[in-house]
C-alpha cells in the first residue's frame, strides 16, 4: 500500500509539478508580451484539456504508477495543442518543451539521488543489472523489458513502453522523446571513473525515435573509487 502511493506520488504529483513548471517556463519564452493574466488563460485551458484526456483515456491507468504517468504526460498533450502553432513545426516544439522538461526534473536533489545510485553499480554490470531490474518494476505493469549483463557490460531492451504507447495513441509518438529526454539525467552523468560503468551514446535509442525497441547500452569503464 505504501509503495503503491509514494508510485503514484512520485509518477504523478511530483513529476506532474515539474512538467507544469517546464510548460509556464516554455509559455513565457514563446510569448513574452502575454500579461498574466493571459499566461493564467493559457494554463487554465492546458489543465482543462488535460483533465479531460485524464478522463477519457482512464483505461490505461491500471495500477498506481500508470495513474501517475497519466496525469503528466496528459499535461504534455494539452500543451501540445495549445503551444503547437507558436512553433514554425512539430519538431521545435519537442525540442522547446523536452529541454524545459530536463531542466525542471533536474533538480540538485534529484541529480545526487541518481548520483547515489549509479555509485552502487562499483563497477559491476551484473549488480547495476539488479538495480535496474528493480527501478523497472516501479514503472508499473504495462512496461516490459529484457535485460542482459556480463563482465563486459549491459543492455537494457524495453519492448513496451507506456509513454510511447499512450503519444502514439493521440497521434503523436515523436512526443515520447520528451520523455525520453529525462533518461539523460542519468546516462548523461554517468562517469566511468565515478560508477565504474559509461553509456554508450551511438547504440542509444528508443521508440520515441523511431526504433522497433528501446536500447539502453552500458559498458564498464575506469573505476576509481576515491572519484
Same mark, same amino acid.
Given at each position: ?15 506532474? %509539478? ?7 517556463? =516554455?509559455? %513565457? ?25 485524464? %478522463? ?14 497519466? #496525469? ?29 522538461? #530536463? ?13 547515489? =545510485? ?63 529526454? =529525462? ?5 548523461? %552523468? ?38
Amino acid at each position: 500500500m505504501i509503495v503503491n502511493l509514494i508510485r503514484h506520488w512520485f509518477f504523478g504529483h511530483y513529476t506532474l %509539478r515539474a512538467t507544469r513548471r517546464a510548460v509556464k517556463q =516554455l509559455l %513565457r519564452d514563446q510569448r513574452p508580451a502575454a500579461s498574466r493574466r493571459e499566461r493564467r488563460a493559457t494554463l487554465k485551458r492546458i489543465a482543462a484539456e488535460a483533465n479531460r484526456h485524464r %478522463r477519457q483515456d482512464a483505461s490505461i491507468a491500471t495500477d498506481p504508477p500508470s495513474t501517475g504517468h497519466l #496525469e503528466w504526460t496528459s499535461w504534455m498533450l494539452a500543451a501540445y495543442h495549445e503551444l503547437l502553432n507558436d512553433f514554425d513545426n512539430e519538431q521545435a516544439f519537442i525540442d522547446a518543451l523536452g529541454i524545459k522538461m #530536463e531542466t525542471a526534473h533536474g533538480t540538485p536533489l534529484i541529480l545526487f539521488v541518481l548520483d547515489r =545510485l549509479m555509485k552502487q553499480f562499483h563497477g559491476n554490470p551484473k549488480r547495476a543489472a539488479k538495480v535496474f531490474e528493480i527501478l523497472l518494476q516501479q514503472y508499473g505493469n504495462f512496461f516490459a523489458w529484457d535485460i542482459q549483463a556480463d563482465e563486459n557490460g549491459m543492455t537494457c531492451t524495453i519492448t513496451r513502453c507506456w509513454y510511447f504507447h499512450f503519444f502514439q495513441t493521440h497521434g503523436v509518438p515523436r512526443l515520447t522523446t520528451c520523455a525520453c529526454r =529525462l533518461d539523460g539525467l542519468w546516462f548523461n %552523468r554517468m562517469d566511468a571513473a565515478r560508477h565504474g560503468l559509461q553509456f554508450n551514446h551511438e547504440r542509444y535509442t528508443t521508440k520515441g525515435y523511431g526504433s522497433e525497441n528501446c536500447i539502453f547500452p552500458i559498458e564498464r569503464g575506469g573505476f576509481n573509487s576515491r572519484a
